[in-house]
C-alpha cells in the first residue's frame, strides 16, 4: 500500500515562506515517476481544493489564488514531490495534502500538514 508522508508544515507570519514536501513510500520510483502527483488544502469549514499540481511529464497547473507565489516541483529519484509557497497571506491557512494519481488508477492521499499564517 503506498504510503505519503507530508511534512513542513507550521506557524508562520504573512510574507513568510514554507516548503512542503510529501515523500512517498512501498511504491517504485518508475512507479512514482510516471504517476501525476498534487498538493491540496482544506481551510476550516471549506472543502477541499486544488492547490498545485505536476503530471509526469513535468507540466504544472496552479489554483489561481496561488499562481505566481507557489512552486511545485518533484524529485522522482527521492520519490518526493515538493511545494514551495512564498509571500504566504493568512487565507493560506489550511491543512495541506499530497496526492498521488497512480496509472493502475489508484489515488493515494496523505494525512496532511497544517500551515497557519498570522497577520
Known amino acids: 500500500q503506498v504510503q505519503l508522508v507530508e511534512s513542513g508544515g507550521g506557524l508562520v507570519q504573512a510574507g513568510g515562506s514554507l516548503r512542503l514536501s510529501c515523500a512517498a513510500s512501498?511504491?517504485?520510483?518508475?512507479?512514482?515517476?510516471?504517476?501525476?502527483m498534487g498538493w491540496y488544502r482544506q481551510a476550516p469549514g471549506k472543502q477541499r481544493e486544488l492547490v498545485a499540481a505536476?503530471?509526469?511529464?513535468?507540466?504544472?497547473n496552479y489554483a489561481d489564488s496561488v499562481k505566481g507565489r507557489f512552486t511545485i516541483s518533484r524529485d522522482n529519484a527521492k520519490n518526493t514531490v515538493y511545494l514551495q509557497m512564498n509571500s504566504l497571506k493568512p487565507e493560506d491557512t489550511a491543512v495541506y495534502y499530497c496526492?498521488?494519481?497512480?496509472?493502475?488508477?489508484?489515488?493515494?492521499w496523505g494525512k496532511g500538514t497544517l500551515v497557519t499564517v498570522s497577520s
Open positions: 505536476i503530471r509526469s511529464a513535468g507540466n504544472t
Open positions: 496526492k498521488m494519481a497512480s496509472p493502475s488508477g489508484g489515488d493515494y
Open positions: 512501498s511504491v517504485s520510483s518508475v512507479i512514482f515517476s510516471i504517476s501525476h
